[in-house]
């Protein structure tokens, strides 16, 4: 596939826990995540994202995961259903098979670094933290999610579980936080993704077609989109496992989230680790390139 290796000691053992059907960026993210060598995927859970688009939404993303894994030939990664709605209170939650996958993962002897990547609310890791804490020290989560520092505000993928959040900051479990005005610059034309995508292969062609369908669906919307532009906002999530670059975060005290999803602080609380910044050029031309390595004509 590949001219080129990737050294046992570089790589990480990876779960993908997305909202795979609410909008058409998380496709993406998955193939990319799924064509980079330095990942060994233990499995992608299918996450909820609240009844406003679907009554079934964890399904439809279970389903979507599905699709994709099948239409890249890809049988050695199963899909996990994750817990069907955000948890009620740190007593009532759901032990999806989601969560016992992350449990499994953390607790088994491995000497590669375990990173669960949260492309939509962060439920899943809640309910498996809630229901064995020993998790939080043998495992690394990456959240794209949560509004601008300092002050927070409205985000989707926080708005689906505020209280999956305040577990996960209340929690010691390393935390990678990427809100929503650092993710958003993972800007991208159609026109661009129709010349590097569409060409390479079924789900190339798959992953601009979903996305250029959605925009349509959309397209009666004042703000957004855009009509012509994307931000492939959950793709910070696989560039961040490929280079950390510590030059664009910065250690914040893990916020208390409100329930309009602003952020207060207080002294003592544990650090996170938050993102201002991203490489987008470095994170589209790596999906770009393996794409085209992987499905183009010469591959």
Known sequence: MYKFNVPESKKIRLIIDTDAKNEADDQFAIVHALLTPKFDICGIIGAHFGTMKSVTSM?????????????????EVKAFRGATAAIKSRTEYELSEGARL?????????ENPLFVIFLGPITDLACAYLANPEIAGRMTAIWIGGGKYPHGGMEYNLWNDIAAANVIMDSNIPLWQVPSN???RMLVSLAELESKVYPYGEVGKYLFEQMAEFNNAYGKLPQWPKGESWSLGDSPAVGLLLDSMDYAWELQPAPIIGDDMSYRFKEGRRGIRVYNDIDARFILEDMFAKLKL????NA
């Open 59 to 75: 399904e439809d993303s279970c389903a979507e995961c599905e699709k994709v894994l099948t239409m890249m030939g890809v049988t």
């Open 102 to 110: 992350i449990i499994d993962a953390a607790m088994k002897e491995n």
């Open 294 to 297: 992987n499905y183009g004509a």
């Open 182 to 184: 650092v993710y958003s």
